[in-house]
């Protein structure tokens, strides 16, 4: 079965990095785009980054754009989301995302909390 395990959260200062991890299993992963949404409290789920199957084409949500940088290891069945430049505002959970067949699937999600 489909699954999508994150990791790499935590507690960390406003201006430090981060960087996590979606281990990707049940499926062929180097043919599908990654994507990583979060959902801070009381608010709802927001689109953050995605990479195509590939890796050559990515794209940002405009919060994070020049922030972060999403990647992936196809040999690893991995995607990654390094996150630098930390604002508070940043503090959410943040999930892993693939589209297999009209179907969403979801990681369980890392907390990520920026604070001094």
């Known amino acids: 079965q489909v699954q999508l395990v994150e990791s790499g959260g935590g507690v960390v200062q406003p201006g430090g990095s981060l960087r996590l991890s979606c281990a990707a299993s049940?499926?062929?992963?180097?043919?599908?785009?990654m994507r990583w949404y979060r959902q801070a409290p009381g608010k709802e789920r927001e689109f953050v980054a995605r990479?195509?199957?590939?890796?050559?084409?990515?794209n940002y949500a405009d919060s994070v754009k020049g922030r972060f940088t999403i990647s992936r290891d196809n040999t690893k069945n991995t995607v990654y989301l390094q996150m630098n430049s930390l604002k508070p505002e940043d503090t959410a959970v943040y999930y892993c995302?693939?589209?297999?067949?009209?179907?969403?699937?979801w990681g369980q999600g890392t907390q990520v909390t920026v604070s001094s």
């Open positions: 049940g499926f062929t992963f180097r043919n599908y785009a």
């Open positions: 990479i195509v199957n590939t890796g050559d084409r990515t």
């Open positions: 995302n693939t589209e297999l067949g009209r179907r969403d699937y």
